[in-house]
């Protein structure tokens, strides 16, 4: 999510309290990805092979080039509301910017119903209305409300799903992270923290934050560098020495890794040349 760079093509919604046409049957392929999320109405959406009813509640996601269609009841008010759009992964190394290319799917579900949607409900209708209104800075300020609402879409889906108890121990680990900063951290210590073998503990680390467990710790402490040398007016080695690193040259390898400049060169950057 932190890597996705979005553009928006169009949103619409639906308010049931309106009185509007009946909806007529859809059945197309679209190029970009869709997010439709119902508040009222029944009738069936079907995307490729897979059959799904639509009520209030249910969520949608399709992906470009899927056939969908798309069959509502047409003695039943309908509200919804659904953003267009496409997105690529754009990464920072060695000091060059990396675009890889149109993102093909997003890792969420072609259909799910949510409980407890208020939070969901309100980020979309603030994106939407945003979108409608066209005000000075409406592109940039929607493109933030769809991430917002691809983030709360994911933790409320998380929180329904059954593993759930291997989210709240990841965010331990993270916690357990931020308490030991200044210190060396191993796999063995956190997989016995939270009851895991080091194998398996890897693997739904990964999946959850989308960096190896100690790619993760790293990314922490050189955040927590940045702070240090700006900040705290503090020589490289101190920083090293601060945040657990043995090794000034190790460290300087890592800062460079997520930096893409060494960090002797963002201390002059940015204390320097204030």
């Known amino acids: 999510m932190s890597n996705l760079f979005f553009h928006i093509h169009y949103c619409k919604c639906r308010q049931f309290n309106k009185p509007e046409k009946p909806l007529p049957k859809i059945i197309r392929k679209i190029q970009h990805h869709e997010i439709i999320f119902f508040t009222r109405g029944k009738g069936v959406l079907k995307i490729g092979q897979k059959r799904y009813l639509v009520k209030e509640g249910m969520l949608f996601y399709i992906c470009p080039d899927v056939l969908h269609s798309l069959d509502l009841d047409t003695e039943e008010s309908i509200g919804f509301f659904s953003v267009h759009f496409s997105y690529t992964h754009v ?39 945003t979108w409608n209104a066209k005000q000075p800075g409406y592109e940039f300020i929607t493109k933030t409300f ?104 190790y460290f300087s390898r890592i800062f460079k890794k997520f930096e893409g400049i060494s960090p002797s060169e963002y201390y002059s950057k940015n204390v320097h040349e204030v």
């Open 91 to 129: 990464s920072f190394d060695d000091s060059t910017w990396i675009i890889s290319g149109e993102g093909k799917m997003l890792s969420l579900n072609q259909g799910q119903e949510l409980k407890d949607y208020y939070q969901i409900e309100d980020i979309f209708k603030k994106l939407v209305c």
């Open 146 to 249: 769809l991430q917002q609402l691809l983030i709360a879409i994911y933790q409320k889906v998380t929180k329904q799903s059954k593993n759930y108890s291997i989210t709240l121990k990841v965010e331990k680990i993270i916690q357990y992270m931020h308490q030991n900063i200044n210190n060396r951290v191993t796999l063995t210590e956190l997989s016995e923290l939270i009851k895991l073998s080091p194998t398996y503990l890897s693997k739904v680390f990964k999946e959850t934050t989308e960096y190896s467990v100690i790619e993760f710790f790293n990314k922490m402490k050189i955040d927590k560098a940045k702070e240090l040398i700006i900040e705290g007016n503090k020589k490289v080695r101190e920083v090293a020495q601060i945040l657990g690193f043995t090794d000034e040259f």
